[in-house]
């Protein structure tokens, strides 16, 4: 069958309609849970849980009908018809991708599995209150046997963490980001000795000052506004745990939080969030009420935090520009350093078993531990009994600290305990990597893109990324995306080397 | 068939089911637009119209499908089984009442209205900006053919305005309200003219000074929680328009204003919220998830929020206690008057040609003259051309006043243009007359209720409310209810007679 470029069948009308409810559903899932943790009552919880899992029933329901299935069957041809990248074959393409995921997982067993979610998420706010691990193994326990049952839905799949890891970053497996951490760690290894062994004095104690939340706030919105994140088509809120949430270009919300004795928290919880933000709000509209109009991956959503947040919110360059103003919100505490001093506070490097406050550069460690634990655990050489130990020993290992208890340790992360064990973490060292090899390339486009920061002038790398990344939505894989843009398959190299070049400015290195 | 008291048919847990998704999705779409109101960024409104619009339609395909009406009808001798008040009998009775509506009315005809809606929406905001009743004409033209075209659904309507008055409130019609307001206003008038011809002088000068608008909201929140307004089920936040929204017991929302220069407007809309938001928080839990979790009608709510704002929020008892705590929010504004002094400033009786505006004795009015010309159109008797002229000539009549434009007049509220014509405002009277007849009963059961306000009891009421009204939710009808809780129909008189005795008193008439 030839389909002329002008029409299209009426099958393929029939799909955009089904996908767009769909896509609203899943939209209004999202906006009650941004309710649920910003401004709902507590006493709403009950009925809210029995709403969102209302409205998720029928979400499945029309997500797996078997008509979905036929009618994705009937557009083969008009697919094959289409130039890949064209929004036609990119929609039956990743329709179809999203509802094989879908089908292939019972609904029987996702009812069991949620419900046992949120068992184990209550034995883990128990087992942290009380330090000890024994109140949620048993939970975690059930939890590790839940994750191999969802492996198992996928025969395919040639290791048990795979059909998980498939989930958050389509075209990537255990066997392959293996490979890639263990030559990320033999990279970070040798800097961090280098580090450690720098007679260089760092401190962060001028971030470590009363500041006033108040005033915090509205300098981090400013500044997000100042940079490029719409507020007309977007808000800030605060939350206990930052996050950003997307339900149409139109209405893409963040949420941060700020410490009033450490100033980083709402620094770079803002500048990580409106990274995560900027990208859902660059989405192409044409994706709207399609499947394409999400980031392309985990891994890829948080390269656009990362990148925010650490190789420009922690560039010397940046600060440059915005120091000046930091300092007339706070000009009492900073108002005699300079941005030497600011740029060296926010960049020391320290050793901390908690990943949230871990530095740039022993950041990925933290998840490389986390992703290898998770593999262990489900190729069955880890029991959850010796969980704890195995945490412990790969922290003194890896980053040489031993967490002195159990809440610094195997309770510190939620993620296992509030969806499954497997390809939980790998999205945040991909991120890292991803954002570096794109800033590499986006200075080989655009080498002014320092100067042009040092002077305010955030919108080169904002529009080479709306550009580059965040039109596309999810139309193309992450490594896709990643080989088009940068010309090459993912690499750990211009990550390492962007921190070679600042810590050993910074530490004063070789 | 017999149904022994503890077995229920396996059709009515079914029934159960459908009634819950459809109260789930009910409460969502309430989110939904609450959200909308109070923090949807602008740029939201395209995609959250579509959401709610796909949300729409699927409660209407699983509230108006087949299987529905066949299940209510196979549990026909269930219900006559069980005494009325049951939670049995009463599910069913509203489920079967809810289903007949809804199917009455057919889904073309709604997408028609809706969409006409939106559009009559918009020209009355630019026939506002322009104070041009024209610009709206057309539009408010072919409401009337809609609202028409609605009452045709129901052809065993006596009146064209019936089926739109029982949507509002389901056991009133036309002629009985006709009858109702034409004896509400001969007792209204007189002692409209007594106050106006006392020479008792009047101010509310004394709440038109400056008021910082956060200690206002601050003061009102205290107020209501002290009062017995739940903040754990519940919340506030400020809106153009206020209103109370519940998405369960658990979660019941209201909103308010406040201005600078005008006292009233905070503490009288957040009391009036707060009435219809104790109504909700106050359902009885087992009422979730049934059609009966709501209040009885748009009169029976209104009666519970006009009851705190105006028979408790204006009357002596309460200011007794209260005045001094809103004397210590703002000592310098009202730290030299008496309660006296305050007393007889909120209740000033002025003309004036906004509803909203009103005061306690006049309101009536304004609610009889947009009723009575909702009639009229109906009944063909009056164009929409000639509505200007009809509406300032009635409040000439009733009011003695012209509105100098039709800002003030025909422009002046929202109902008509976003809504239908028919069935808009009868409810804001009756719920006058409703809350002055159900406070007779509650005097009479407790003659000490001003005396506990004015100690700050506001329990004995509160409790009575909830006993009596709250918890049964919209099992009754509102004239039903009235008859269990105070014996009689409803009735002019209680409200006329507290009118009289606290007016006669304030302007020291006869």
């Known amino acids: 069958m030839h389909y002329p470029g002008s029409s299209n069948p009426p099958q393929y009308a029939t799909l955009r ?41 029928l979400l499945h329901q029309k997500a797996t009908v078997p008509e979905l299935g036929e009618l994705l069957d009937s557009l083969q041809d008009f697919e094959a018809s289409r130039p890949y990248s064209s929004i036609e074959a990119s929609t039956i393409r990743i329709a179809r991708h999203d509802y094989q995921r879908r089908i292939a997982v019972p609904s029987e067993f996702t009812a069991r599995l949620t419900e046992h979610q949120i068992k184990t998420y209550g034995d883990w706010a128990r087992a942290r209150e009380a330090d000890d691990f024994k109140i949620v193994q048993p939970a975690l326990e059930k939890m590790l046997d839940l994750s191999l049952e969802f492996s198992s839905f996928f025969p395919q799949a040639q290791h048990p963490a795979d059909p998980a890891i498939a989930r958050a970053d389509r075209d990537t497996d255990a066997q392959q980001l293996r490979t890639l951490f263990h030559h990320l760690r033999s990279q970070l290894l040798p800097l961090i000795d280098a580090i450690r062994a720098s007679a260089t004095p760092t401190s962060d104690a001028l971030l470590c000052q009363e500041f006033d939340i108040t005033v915090q706030q509205d300098f981090c919105r400013k500044l997000i506004e100042r940079i490029g994140y719409d507020f007309k088509r977007g808000r800030i809120d605060t939350t206990i745990h930052p996050f950003t949430v997307g339900f149409g270009t139109g209405d893409v919300r963040i949420t941060n939080r700020a410490f009033s004795h450490d100033l980083r928290e709402s620094l770079f919880s803002t500048l990580h969030e409106m990274g995560h933000g900027l990208y859902e709000q660059g989405l192409d509209p044409v994706l709207s009420g399609t499947p394409l109009a999400a980031g392309a991956s985990s891994g890829m959503h948080e390269s656009q935090s990362r990148l925010w947040e650490n190789i420009i919110g922690r560039s010397r360059a940046f600060w440059e520009c915005c120091f000046p103003w930091l300092q007339g919100a706070f000009i009492r ?19 901390t078993p908690i990943r949230t406050r871990a530095d740039e550069v022993t950041y990925n460690l933290h998840i490389i531990i986390r992703f290898e634990l998770e593999l262990a655990m489900l190729e069955g050489k880890l029991t959850i009994a010796d969980l704890p130990e195995a945490w412990n020993a790969a922290y003194q290992k890896d980053l040489g600290i031993t967490p002195t208890s159990d809440l610094d340790g195997v309770l510190q ?48 790398l904002h529009q080479w990324l709306q550009s580059n990344i965040y039109r596309h939505g999810c139309k193309f894989s992450t490594m896709e995306l990643l080989e088009r843009v940068t010309g090459r398959s993912l690499q750990v190299e211009p990550f390492i080397s962007l921190l070679r070049e600042k810590y050993t400015q910074l530490y004063r290195l070789e």
């Open 333 to 351: 505490q900073l108002g005699k350093s300079s941005v030497r001093d600011f740029y060296a506070a926010i960049n020391t490097v320290g050793r």
């Open 17 to 57: 309609q089904q996908l767009r409810d769909i896509a609203d559903i899943e939209a209004i899932l999202a906006i009650l849970s941004w309710d649920r943790t910003t401004y709902m009552p507590a006493g709403g919880a009950v009925d809210r849980g029995r709403q969102s899992a209302t409205l998720q029933r």
């Open 413 to 460: 992360d939620v993620h296992w305990y509030t969806d499954r064990i497997g390809g939980q973490f790998q999205g945040y060292a991909l991120g890292n990597l991803i954002a570096a090899q794109l800033y590499e390339t986006a200075l080989r486009t655009h080498p002014e893109i320092p100067v042009d920061l040092e002077r305010g002038r955030f919108s080169t």
